[in-house]
């Protein structure tokens, strides 16, 4: 696919009444509110030229069409469905300021970012890859998701300058958009060589791996929704995530960092560079670090500040995290290197050229999380509740906006939330809201109330026609969680979720919208990215963990009379795991003890994780004596079977 071209556009405005008639889906009222959002925040049109030009620059080389497949041929990245992000003018039916985000993380390829010393790896997954020229060859940083991608991006590199060797990857933080490409870029075995160092934050390895052990399930369902993987790419929609274009396909793989950086920061000297490090644990991620590279002055500033305002909490779920800190390491930065930093660069989005642009965008992001943070705090110790902080928040904002923290993946509103969450917890104090009844039974009552169905139905209607589309979506929701089989409450409430899609700035707010709308009214896509962990990602996972997770997975039914023991022998890893089962509860713990075991399995750790993942059966591994069993086989077979597997498609937006 050619590269776009110039994405600037002088008037936005004028963007937004010249594609009227272009997207029918749009409402009047949905138009309305893109020009009432311009006019409500001044746009700093220098500025955003100043992005669209950053995001350009360097460009040398593209991968062909675009596409990206794996050793089998499938396509595991394609950007010719996103053809239409080639013109200059939002259609209405996106977000103006969106469309032109969308546009910025839309250029793909590599960009030389210092002249033959830093490139990037940019538009082929969720995060960007720099790979630097050290003494005697490379260093890469953040090997994307997938394998193929950093393959692709790492061969577009050598196809200019020559097979230099790689001699270091640096894993930035602890998610796997960071990481899971590593084995595209260097071998395990040039890992246990010693000829590359693999170099991490302290507490790499475990938070690497175990984000998603025991609730992978429900944060894969929601990041379904939040990334856009049920809808086509198209004006109606998916188009961006805010953050970057979307996430890979391909293998997510894994490799043990050979050393760490520790809390106090480090300097390191890596293939004849120096590298200075400081900490930034439990800021984006829980094991984090910024560094700036004298030579080059060059600040990477990880996730910790990227070209968007970010989630303090994700929408796919997870702990929420420490804004106060996260804007404290940010002026930590901005203080440290400020003065000497010509160029930062980040795991996700372009470059920000110069020294005063460099200081604006640090301080400009401080500010932001900083302002969120506190007042959040202020609004909640003068009685502000949990749902009336984003409105709290817009009545004292008078903070001057820059375009690269505007909320494009996340949001003032949801961020207040976060705040809230993790100071008070997730209930508001009103006593009403502390024991709710359950949604359906809540639904039906409202229902009841409204006179019926249909009249709710016509207030939702009216409501819909008015543009008021959350009162829309609010009534429409207690119809379709009344009766699920009422089509034309699920149509209605699609049609207000679209609108509502349609209106956001936030690429995880659009994609989570037109996600649902999708869903209600039987036209999700299956646009999952073609992804596979491979058995060094497995692996990884340590074996208590495993433990861990099967227990959440336990069935409540046929309970045991007496408590039972099943231990784990683990010949390869010599680990031995014991599981106390009582009733309806697991205790795993590493180790035996002295009680006796109702059944004893041995057997490699390699196996096991090969039938947890659904490779192997017990039987098989028993038939080809890849297994030895001791004690009650029949109870060890009753206890196996009684662990459920997550449901990877539950309903989110129906009952």
Excluded: C
Excluded at 90 to 99: I, S
Excluded at 256 to 269: H, I, K, Q, S, Y
Excluded at 617 to 638: C, F, N, T, W
């Amino acid at each position: 696919m050619k590269r776009f071209g110039a994405i600037t556009v002088s008037i936005w405005a004028l963007a937004i009444a010249s594609s009227v008639s272009a997207q029918p889906a749009a409402s009047e009222a949905t138009r309305a509110a893109h020009v009432r959002a311009l006019a409500a925040a001044a746009v700093d049109e220098a500025q955003e030229a100043i992005e669209d030009a950053a995001a350009q620059h360097g460009l040398l080389a593209q991968v062909p069409d675009g596409v990206i497949r794996d050793a089998s041929g499938t396509i595991i990245w394609d950007w010719r469905p996103y053809a239409f992000l080639a013109n200059p003018v939002a259609p209405d039916t996106v977000n103006p300021r969106l469309w032109r985000q969308a546009r910025r993380n839309a250029q793909h390829g590599l960009f030389e970012v210092v002249p033959d010393a830093i490139w990037q790896v940019r538009g082929y997954d969720l995060s960007v890859m720099t790979i630097i020229r050290g003494s005697t060859g490379l260093i890469i940083v953040d090997p994307l998701t997938s394998e193929e991608s950093a393959a692709a991006g790492l061969a577009l590199l050598r196809d200019r300058i020559g097979n230099l060797p790689v001699k270091a990857v640096l894993f930035s933080h602890s998610h796997a958009d960071h990481f899971g490409g590593v084995g595209g870029v260097i071998s395990r075995q040039q890992v246990e060589s010693g000829e590359v160092r693999v170099i991490a934050p302290h507490g790499f390895a475990r938070e690497a791996v175990s984000e998603n052990v025991l609730a992978g399930a429900a944060m894969n369902r929601r990041a379904e929704y939040m990334f856009g993987m049920r809808l086509s790419a198209s004006p109606t929609g998916q188009v961006d995530t805010g953050l970057g274009p979307r996430v890979a396909g391909g293998t997510t793989g894994y490799m043990n960092p050979t050393e760490t950086v520790g809390e106090e920061g480090a300097t390191l000297e890596i293939d004849g560079l120096t590298f200075e490090f400081i900490d930034a644990a439990e800021t984006e991620a829980p094991a984090e670090f910024l560094f700036y590279i004298p030579r080059y002055r060059t600040l990477h500033t990880t996730e910790v500040a990227t070209k968007t305002f970010h989630n303090f909490l994700t929408l796919r779920g997870a702990q929420v995290r420490d804004a106060l800190r996260w804007s404290q390491v940010i002026d930590a930065a901005l203080q440290r290197w400020g003065h000497q930093a010509d160029l930062a660069i980040a795991s996700h989005g372009w470059p920000t050229f110069g020294g005063d642009q460099v200081r604006s965008y640090l301080a400009g992001h401080r500010d932001m999380y900083r302002f969120v943070h506190d007042r959040t705090l202020g609004a909640a110790n003068m009685g502000a509740t949990i749902q009336e902080l984003p409105a709290a928040l817009e009545t004292v904002s008078n903070l001057p906006i820059d375009p690269s923290v505007r909320g494009y993946y996340g949001t003032v509103n949801h961020n207040a939330k976060a705040v809230y969450q993790r100071y008070f917890g997730w209930w508001d104090g009103v006593p009403a809201n502390y024991d709710p009844l359950p949604p359906e039974e809540q639904a039906r009552g409202y229902v009841a109330l409204a006179g019926g169905p249909v009249r709710l139905l016509e207030a939702a209607r009216q409501a819909q026609s008015a543009g008021n589309y959350r009162w829309a979506a609010e009534l429409a929701n207690h119809l379709v969680f009344a009766d699920s089989d009422n089509i034309e409450a699920k149509h209605l409430l699609a049609d207000a979720y679209e609108q509502l899609g349609f209106q956001a700035e936030s690429g995880a707010w659009r994609n989570y919208y037109l996600g649902a709308a999708a869903t209600l009214r039987g036209e999700e896509a299956n646009n999952l990215p073609m992804r596979s962990q491979s058995a060094d990602y497995f692996a990884a996972i340590p074996t208590i963990d495993l433990f861990n997770a099967m227990a959440t997975r336990l069935a409540s039914n046929d309970v045991p009379v007496t408590p039972q023991t099943f231990r784990f022998v683990f010949t390869d890893t010599q680990e031995t795991v014991t599981v106390e089962r009582r009733g309806v509860v697991e205790i795993p713990r590493l180790g035996a003890d002295e009680r006796p075991a109702t059944a004893t399995v041995r057997m490699t750790r390699l196996a096991f994780g090969a039938m947890l993942m659904g490779r192997l059966r017990m039987a098989d591994l028993a038939a080809a004596g890849q297994v030895q069993l001791e004690g009650d086989i029949a109870a060890l077979q009753a206890w196996m079977a009684s662990h459920r597997p997550p449901n990877p498609a539950f309903n989110v937006v129906t009952p």
